[in-house]
């Protein structure tokens, strides 16, 4: 069996799990409302206010899947209790990320600011005027949507300017060398 597929996922207080029509998984927290659509050979049960995930038969890829779909679930239940959050840094020389109304600005050397755009469900923060917070509770579609603020100014690694994340590491490469 799946390491991480056989581990059932626990449903805290104020969580409401459902497994509907088509194996559709729907769970409602504090925080919203998520549903995925779980594959047939994976099935879905509620147990003693777990949820647990067991498969069809033991082929390689039914077995990938059942890890899969588990972490998926325990992703939603954490989202709707929790929330996600990713943090970007903007580093260079005149590079800002600031709100001018309701919208997010990013400064990043461009001849034009560029807007983030707003997303059913995701919330940006920003804070030193260095500093965006992505937060959301779907965990997958934060970090998409932080990946593709990142996209907009890629680090460079001769200056590490651009948009990273905050505990990434950019590795640096050196100048280049004047004769002597």
Do not use: W
């Not at 969580?15 to 050979?41: H, M, Q, R, Y």
């Not at 033991?58 to 325990?74: P, S």
């Not at 260095?130 to 996209?151: F, H, Y």
């Not at 950019?170 to 004047?178: F, L």
């Amino acid at each position: 069996m799946s390491r991480i597929g056989r581990q059932p996922v626990q449903i805290p207080a104020g969580v409401e799990v459902k497994v509907g029509a088509d194996n559709l998984v729907t769970v409602k927290g504090p925080k919203g409302e998520l549903s995925k659509a779980v594959n047939p050979v994976i099935t879905v049960k509620i147990e003693n206010n777990e949820v647990v995930c067991t498969r069809a038969n033991d082929e390689a890829q039914t077995k990938a899947m059942h890890g899969l779909y588990r972490k998926l679930i325990a992703n939603m239940v954490e989202g709707v209790t929790n929330g996600y959050s990713k943090t970007l840094v903007v580093n260079g020389v005149g590079y800002r990320a600031f709100k001018e109304g309701n919208k997010v600005l990013l400064d990043v050397g461009f001849s034009h600011n560029v807007p983030l755009e707003d997303i059913p469900g995701i919330t940006y923060e920003v804070a030193n005027g260095n500093e965006v917070t992505v937060k959301g509770i779907d965990k997958e579609l934060v970090g998409q949507i932080a990946a593709n603020i990142r996209s907009i100014r890629i680090p460079d690694p001769y200056h590490a300017y651009g948009v990273s994340y905050k505990d990434e590491v950019i590795p640096r490469k050196e100048g280049k060398k004047g004769k002597k």
